[in-house]
């Protein structure tokens, strides 16, 4: 059974001197249990999708279910089953950690038992029980966003929408939130995921989309993308190469002041050897979905769309 389905979903904004096509009939469908990320640029579309897929926001054309409920025609039967983290949400301020979940597991209908048992063991999984106690103001910005993914996994709903859900997190609690993502749709949740880093992406999601000006480039698996570079490594040169030298080697980039090449196994030691040589420092690695995002978008996630 699909989760989620949507048909031609378009989303145009009306300024005073002109109009921006968010989303152009975007066509998407995410099966039931599914880990699915949603990778794009700034402004690409990712967040006006979920907006819309969420009862947040009304398409200017085109149609989204949630397990065959229209989300435009009945959001109210869609509400509960869903949970979202906003891009950049904030906590309460004057709540603690604990108090975040207990009272939206509340609002959500859970029980006071529930949703104190449920608080508890979202607050052990996620690295927050130090913390619990604590009010939101005083904490970091990123056990902020820490304790905002906290209060969405623990509803348990049947479809998560996760808006950037590790933003400012060191990569240690950016771990920790991945493990319990996991939990999440191992137990049945539907995931859907956007994200800026590839990474993470690469690690959490079973399948991705890449979106571009609010059209979907690309749907399948990390590994059948970078499949599509038909290149094994990753040589990346601090200094000391031209990038026209080493065009016959592979594909070429020049990002920061180094030049990154993508090429066959079979080249490495000549060009290791000639590194050396130059004195230039050579970095070497399986080519990553950095990469092949990069070769299908023409530029970098980092950049604004």
Known sequence: MEALVAQKVTKRYKGRHRETLALDAVDLSIAKGR???FLGRNGAGKTTFIKIASTLLAPTSGRVELFGRDVVA??????PLIAVVPQEGKPFYHMTPREHIVEYLRVRGASGETAKSRADGMLEAMGLNEYKDEVSYRLSGGLQQRTMVAMILATQAPFLFLDEPTLGMDPFARRQVWK???RAAQAGSTVL???HYLDEAEQLSE??????SGRVLYRGTAEALKSTLGREVRLRFSRGFTAPELQPYGRVFEERGAVTLLTMRKDVRELTELALERGSEITVGPVTLEEA??????RGIEEDA
Do not use: K, N, Q, Y
């Open 35 to 37: 880990l699915f990320a």
């Open 74 to 79: 009945d959001p109210a039967a869609v509400r």
């Open 180 to 182: 319990v993502i996991r």
């Open 193 to 195: 995921l956007t994200t």
């Open 207 to 212: 399948e991705l989309a890449v979106i571009e």
């Open 293 to 298: 995002f990069l070769e299908l978008v023409g």
